[in-house]
Protein backbone atom coordinates (compact mmCIF):
# COMPACT_ATOMS: atom_id res chain seq x y z
CA UNK A 1 0.00 0.00 0.00
CA UNK A 2 1.67 3.43 -0.71
CA UNK A 3 2.37 6.34 1.47
CA UNK A 4 -1.35 7.92 -0.30
CA UNK A 5 -3.26 5.15 0.44
CA UNK A 6 -1.78 4.60 3.94
CA UNK A 7 -2.78 8.61 4.94
CA UNK A 8 -6.11 8.76 3.50
CA UNK A 9 -6.81 5.17 5.38
CA UNK A 10 -5.90 7.02 8.56
CA UNK A 11 -7.76 10.24 7.66
CA UNK A 12 -11.15 7.78 7.13
CA UNK A 13 -10.45 5.90 10.47
CA UNK A 14 -9.85 9.24 12.30
CA UNK A 15 -13.09 10.10 10.76
CA UNK A 16 -15.05 7.19 11.49
CA UNK A 17 -13.42 7.34 15.42
CA UNK A 18 -14.56 10.91 15.18
CA UNK A 19 -18.06 10.32 14.11
CA UNK A 20 -18.85 7.79 16.92
CA UNK A 21 -17.80 9.92 19.22
CA UNK A 22 -20.10 12.34 18.18
CA UNK A 23 -23.12 9.88 17.93
CA UNK A 24 -22.16 8.71 21.64
CA UNK A 25 -21.88 12.53 23.12
CA UNK A 26 -25.13 13.24 21.14
CA UNK A 27 -27.27 10.57 22.39
CA UNK A 28 -25.96 10.82 25.77
CA UNK A 29 -26.65 14.32 26.15
CA UNK A 30 -30.18 13.45 24.69
CA UNK A 31 -30.97 10.68 27.12
CA UNK A 32 -29.78 13.30 30.16
CA UNK A 33 -32.39 15.84 28.70
CA UNK A 34 -34.73 12.89 28.48
CA UNK A 35 -34.29 12.11 32.48
CA UNK A 36 -34.41 15.60 33.55
CA UNK A 37 -37.63 16.19 31.43
CA UNK A 38 -39.30 12.84 32.71
CA UNK A 39 -38.25 13.61 37.07
CA UNK A 40 -39.63 17.02 36.07
CA UNK A 41 -42.93 16.01 34.52
CA UNK A 42 -43.20 13.07 37.16
CA UNK A 43 -42.34 14.90 40.43
CA UNK A 44 -43.01 12.97 43.90
CA UNK A 45 -46.72 13.26 44.54
CA UNK A 46 -45.35 13.03 49.07
CA UNK A 47 -42.80 14.82 50.62
CA UNK A 48 -39.58 13.90 51.74
CA UNK A 49 -38.01 12.75 55.23
CA UNK A 50 -35.26 12.38 56.41
CA UNK A 51 -33.65 9.74 58.03
CA UNK A 52 -30.41 8.32 58.74
CA UNK A 53 -28.58 10.99 56.17
CA UNK A 54 -30.91 9.82 53.56
CA UNK A 55 -34.20 10.89 52.31
CA UNK A 56 -37.27 9.12 51.75
CA UNK A 57 -40.32 9.54 49.88
CA UNK A 58 -43.45 9.62 52.32
CA UNK A 59 -46.83 9.80 50.64
CA UNK A 60 -49.73 10.26 53.20
CA UNK A 61 -53.55 10.95 52.15
CA UNK A 62 -56.59 11.25 53.39
CA UNK A 63 -57.80 11.90 56.92
CA UNK A 64 -59.13 9.72 60.35
CA UNK A 65 -58.54 8.71 63.79
CA UNK A 66 -56.16 5.54 62.68
CA UNK A 67 -53.53 5.61 60.20
CA UNK A 68 -52.64 2.75 57.73
CA UNK A 69 -49.02 2.09 56.95
CA UNK A 70 -48.59 0.31 53.42
CA UNK A 71 -45.36 -1.38 53.18
CA UNK A 72 -44.65 -2.32 49.56
CA UNK A 73 -43.09 -6.19 48.21
CA UNK A 74 -39.03 -6.37 46.87
CA UNK A 75 -38.36 -3.89 44.37
CA UNK A 76 -41.78 -2.44 44.76
CA UNK A 77 -42.92 1.01 45.79
CA UNK A 78 -45.93 3.77 46.80
CA UNK A 79 -46.50 3.15 42.88
CA UNK A 80 -47.88 -0.39 43.98
CA UNK A 81 -50.43 1.09 46.10
CA UNK A 82 -52.06 3.28 43.45
CA UNK A 83 -55.24 1.13 43.34
CA UNK A 84 -55.64 0.82 46.92
CA UNK A 85 -54.61 4.39 48.70
CA UNK A 86 -57.60 6.42 47.24
CA UNK A 87 -59.91 3.70 48.60
CA UNK A 88 -58.40 3.69 51.97
CA UNK A 89 -58.16 7.64 52.27
CA UNK A 90 -62.24 8.05 52.04
CA UNK A 91 -62.10 7.06 55.60
CA UNK A 92 -58.92 7.19 56.99
CA UNK A 93 -55.01 8.61 57.04
CA UNK A 94 -52.85 6.46 54.65
CA UNK A 95 -49.61 6.14 54.03
CA UNK A 96 -47.01 4.57 51.51
CA UNK A 97 -43.37 5.13 51.09
CA UNK A 98 -40.21 4.33 48.71
CA UNK A 99 -37.25 2.06 50.69
CA UNK A 100 -34.08 3.93 49.78
CA UNK A 101 -33.03 4.39 46.71
CA UNK A 102 -36.49 2.85 44.92
CA UNK A 103 -39.23 5.18 43.79
CA UNK A 104 -38.79 9.19 45.11
CA UNK A 105 -36.61 7.92 47.46
CA UNK A 106 -32.63 9.15 47.70
CA UNK A 107 -30.01 5.75 47.85
CA UNK A 108 -28.67 5.02 50.83
CA UNK A 109 -25.09 4.43 52.18
CA UNK A 110 -25.96 1.84 54.19
CA UNK A 111 -27.07 -2.15 52.57
CA UNK A 112 -30.65 -2.77 52.24
CA UNK A 113 -30.41 -4.90 55.04
CA UNK A 114 -33.35 -6.13 56.65
CA UNK A 115 -32.73 -3.96 60.27
CA UNK A 116 -31.56 -1.54 58.09
CA UNK A 117 -35.45 -0.90 56.10
CA UNK A 118 -37.11 -1.28 59.62
CA UNK A 119 -34.98 1.15 61.11
CA UNK A 120 -35.98 3.23 58.70
CA UNK A 121 -39.65 2.55 58.62
CA UNK A 122 -39.46 3.50 62.31
CA UNK A 123 -38.16 7.01 61.35
CA UNK A 124 -40.95 7.33 58.80
CA UNK A 125 -43.85 6.05 61.26
CA UNK A 126 -42.24 8.47 63.99
CA UNK A 127 -42.39 11.53 61.17
CA UNK A 128 -45.92 10.95 59.89
CA UNK A 129 -47.32 14.20 62.13
CA UNK A 130 -49.49 12.65 64.77
CA UNK A 131 -49.71 9.55 66.91
CA UNK A 132 -52.75 7.93 66.28
CA UNK A 133 -52.97 3.84 65.96
CA UNK A 134 -51.45 2.35 63.19
CA UNK A 135 -52.69 -0.21 61.16
CA UNK A 136 -49.67 -1.98 58.94
CA UNK A 137 -49.35 -3.73 56.01
CA UNK A 138 -47.26 -5.37 53.82
CA UNK A 139 -47.22 -7.31 50.82
CA UNK A 140 -44.53 -9.88 49.89
CA UNK A 141 -41.42 -8.86 51.41
CA UNK A 142 -42.96 -6.08 53.15
CA UNK A 143 -44.75 -8.65 55.14
CA UNK A 144 -41.51 -9.71 56.18
CA UNK A 145 -40.73 -5.76 57.47
CA UNK A 146 -43.93 -5.34 59.04
CA UNK A 147 -43.40 -8.65 60.69
CA UNK A 148 -40.16 -7.65 62.06
CA UNK A 149 -41.37 -3.96 63.08
CA UNK A 150 -43.99 -5.16 65.49
CA UNK A 151 -41.55 -7.30 67.32
CA UNK A 152 -39.29 -4.27 67.90
CA UNK A 153 -42.10 -1.74 68.08
CA UNK A 154 -45.39 -3.24 69.37
CA UNK A 155 -46.75 0.22 70.53
CA UNK A 156 -49.40 1.73 68.86
CA UNK A 157 -50.04 -1.01 66.21
CA UNK A 158 -53.58 -1.70 66.39
CA UNK A 159 -53.71 -4.28 63.54
CA UNK A 160 -51.77 -5.65 60.98
CA UNK A 161 -52.81 -7.32 57.47
CA UNK A 162 -50.45 -9.18 55.17
CA UNK A 163 -50.80 -9.83 52.02
CA UNK A 164 -49.69 -13.08 49.96
CA UNK A 165 -46.84 -12.68 52.31
CA UNK A 166 -43.04 -13.81 51.78
CA UNK A 167 -41.54 -16.72 54.32
CA UNK A 168 -38.34 -16.35 55.70
CA UNK A 169 -38.02 -20.63 54.61
CA UNK A 170 -38.65 -19.85 51.00
CA UNK A 171 -34.51 -20.66 50.20
CA UNK A 172 -34.42 -23.85 51.56
CA UNK A 173 -38.22 -24.65 50.55
CA UNK A 174 -38.20 -23.87 46.90
CA UNK A 175 -35.89 -24.94 45.24
CA UNK A 176 -33.56 -23.02 42.94
CA UNK A 177 -34.99 -19.81 44.66
CA UNK A 178 -31.63 -18.25 45.35
CA UNK A 179 -30.66 -18.95 42.02
CA UNK A 180 -33.50 -17.00 40.34
CA UNK A 181 -32.98 -14.20 42.50
CA UNK A 182 -28.86 -14.06 41.89
CA UNK A 183 -30.05 -14.25 38.08
CA UNK A 184 -32.50 -11.04 38.71
CA UNK A 185 -29.56 -9.45 40.49
CA UNK A 186 -27.60 -9.86 37.00
CA UNK A 187 -30.88 -8.68 35.02
CA UNK A 188 -31.23 -5.21 37.24
CA UNK A 189 -27.09 -4.74 37.55
CA UNK A 190 -27.01 -4.75 33.28
CA UNK A 191 -29.80 -2.65 33.23
CA UNK A 192 -28.18 0.15 36.02
CA UNK A 193 -26.05 1.35 33.59
CA UNK A 194 -28.48 2.00 30.27
CA UNK A 195 -30.52 3.78 32.76
CA UNK A 196 -27.64 5.92 34.14
CA UNK A 197 -26.86 6.74 30.51
CA UNK A 198 -30.24 7.85 29.65
CA UNK A 199 -30.75 5.27 27.16
CA UNK A 200 -33.78 3.99 28.97
CA UNK A 201 -35.61 7.82 29.10
CA UNK A 202 -35.06 7.86 25.86
CA UNK A 203 -37.89 5.02 25.42
CA UNK A 204 -39.46 5.28 28.55
CA UNK A 205 -43.05 4.28 26.70
CA UNK A 206 -41.97 0.64 26.28
CA UNK A 207 -41.17 -0.42 30.01
CA UNK A 208 -43.54 -2.88 31.02
CA UNK A 209 -45.65 -1.67 34.10
CA UNK A 210 -47.40 -4.76 34.88
CA UNK A 211 -50.44 -4.68 36.66
CA UNK A 212 -50.56 -0.68 37.23
CA UNK A 213 -53.22 1.44 35.55
CA UNK A 214 -54.14 4.68 34.86
CA UNK A 215 -51.70 7.62 35.66
CA UNK A 216 -49.46 5.68 37.74
CA UNK A 217 -48.27 3.68 34.67
CA UNK A 218 -46.43 6.62 33.50
CA UNK A 219 -44.86 7.70 36.47
CA UNK A 220 -43.59 4.29 36.90
CA UNK A 221 -42.20 4.52 33.69
CA UNK A 222 -40.68 8.04 34.23
CA UNK A 223 -39.33 6.77 37.89
CA UNK A 224 -37.49 3.75 36.25
CA UNK A 225 -36.24 5.98 33.37
CA UNK A 226 -34.98 8.73 35.75
CA UNK A 227 -33.92 7.37 38.82
CA UNK A 228 -31.91 4.90 40.73
CA UNK A 229 -33.72 2.26 40.49
CA UNK A 230 -31.85 -0.28 39.17
CA UNK A 231 -29.16 -0.03 41.09
CA UNK A 232 -31.45 0.11 43.99
CA UNK A 233 -32.71 -3.73 43.13
CA UNK A 234 -29.91 -5.11 42.18
CA UNK A 235 -29.00 -4.09 45.80
CA UNK A 236 -32.00 -5.23 47.76
CA UNK A 237 -32.67 -8.46 45.49
CA UNK A 238 -28.92 -9.73 46.06
CA UNK A 239 -29.66 -8.71 49.75
CA UNK A 240 -33.04 -11.25 50.06
CA UNK A 241 -31.56 -14.41 51.11
CA UNK A 242 -29.66 -12.25 54.17
CA UNK A 243 -32.44 -11.15 55.08
CA UNK A 244 -34.71 -14.00 55.10
CA UNK A 245 -31.95 -15.69 56.98
CA UNK A 246 -31.86 -12.34 59.62
CA UNK A 247 -35.88 -12.87 60.05
CA UNK A 248 -35.30 -16.76 60.51
CA UNK A 249 -32.87 -15.89 63.65
CA UNK A 250 -35.06 -13.54 64.74
CA UNK A 251 -37.85 -16.20 65.16
CA UNK A 252 -41.42 -14.81 64.82
CA UNK A 253 -42.66 -13.95 68.54
CA UNK A 254 -46.48 -13.48 69.68
CA UNK A 255 -47.83 -10.32 68.79
CA UNK A 256 -50.00 -10.19 72.08
CA UNK A 257 -53.36 -8.00 71.23
CA UNK A 258 -52.37 -7.04 67.92
CA UNK A 259 -54.81 -8.49 65.77
CA UNK A 260 -53.77 -10.24 61.93
CA UNK A 261 -54.53 -10.87 58.96
CA UNK A 262 -52.85 -12.83 55.80
CA UNK A 263 -54.42 -12.54 52.74
CA UNK A 264 -53.73 -15.12 50.09
CA UNK A 265 -53.64 -15.61 46.71
CA UNK A 266 -55.96 -17.92 45.15
CA UNK A 267 -54.68 -17.78 41.30
CA UNK A 268 -51.00 -19.62 40.77
CA UNK A 269 -48.09 -17.14 39.86
CA UNK A 270 -44.57 -18.36 38.85
CA UNK A 271 -41.43 -16.72 40.19
CA UNK A 272 -39.07 -16.08 36.87
CA UNK A 273 -36.06 -18.16 36.72
CA UNK A 274 -36.84 -21.47 38.78
CA UNK A 275 -36.84 -24.52 37.55
CA UNK A 276 -39.68 -26.89 36.11
CA UNK A 277 -39.61 -28.92 38.73
CA UNK A 278 -39.37 -26.92 41.47
CA UNK A 279 -41.71 -24.11 39.28
CA UNK A 280 -44.72 -27.24 39.35
CA UNK A 281 -44.72 -27.59 42.65
CA UNK A 282 -44.77 -24.40 43.95
CA UNK A 283 -48.49 -23.92 44.92
CA UNK A 284 -48.03 -26.33 47.00
CA UNK A 285 -44.98 -25.18 49.00
CA UNK A 286 -46.28 -21.73 48.68
CA UNK A 287 -49.76 -22.91 50.08
CA UNK A 288 -47.99 -24.38 52.85
CA UNK A 289 -45.65 -21.72 53.86
CA UNK A 290 -48.48 -19.35 54.02
CA UNK A 291 -50.45 -21.95 56.45
CA UNK A 292 -47.85 -22.39 58.69
CA UNK A 293 -47.45 -18.59 58.92
CA UNK A 294 -50.97 -17.89 59.82
CA UNK A 295 -50.35 -21.19 62.90
CA UNK A 296 -47.39 -19.01 63.95
CA UNK A 297 -48.91 -15.35 64.25
CA UNK A 298 -52.57 -16.73 65.26
CA UNK A 299 -54.12 -14.74 62.08
CA UNK A 300 -57.58 -15.31 60.41
CA UNK A 301 -56.73 -16.08 56.73
CA UNK A 302 -58.45 -14.94 53.87
CA UNK A 303 -57.88 -16.55 50.17
CA UNK A 304 -58.37 -13.87 47.56
CA UNK A 305 -59.91 -16.29 45.02
CA UNK A 306 -59.06 -13.92 41.86
CA UNK A 307 -55.71 -12.71 42.71
CA UNK A 308 -51.81 -13.63 42.31
CA UNK A 309 -49.15 -11.98 44.03
CA UNK A 310 -50.17 -8.41 43.83
CA UNK A 311 -53.50 -9.12 45.68
CA UNK A 312 -53.70 -5.03 45.98
CA UNK A 313 -53.56 -4.79 42.22
CA UNK A 314 -56.12 -7.23 40.95
CA UNK A 315 -58.17 -7.05 44.52
CA UNK A 316 -57.94 -4.13 46.29
CA UNK A 317 -61.74 -3.70 47.05
CA UNK A 318 -60.99 -7.16 49.09
CA UNK A 319 -58.19 -5.57 51.04
CA UNK A 320 -60.13 -2.14 51.40
CA UNK A 321 -62.63 -4.33 52.94
CA UNK A 322 -60.41 -6.02 55.24
CA UNK A 323 -58.43 -2.87 56.32
CA UNK A 324 -61.44 -0.80 56.97
CA UNK A 325 -62.51 -3.28 60.33
CA UNK A 326 -59.68 -1.75 61.93
CA UNK A 327 -59.99 2.04 61.19
CA UNK A 328 -62.75 3.07 63.52
Known amino acids: MGVNNKNRLRVWVTGVALLLIAAIMIIFIAGQVARYKLAKQYPAPGFMVTAHNHKLHLHCEGKGPVTVFLVAGLNEFSLHWSGLQPLLARETKTCSYDRAGLGWSEPAEHAPALDNSVSDLHELLQARGDKSPVVLVGHSYGAVLVRLYAQRFPENIKAIVLLDPASEYMPERIIGYAAA ?148
Open 181 to 328: LESATTQFRHFAPLASLGLIALSAENIPSGLLRGEAIEQYRAVLASGSFFEATSAETAEMINNLQTMQSVGQQPLVKIPVVVISRGLPEPIPGLPLASAQSLEQVWSQLQAELVDKMHAKQIIAEKSGHSIQLTQPSLVFETIRRFTN
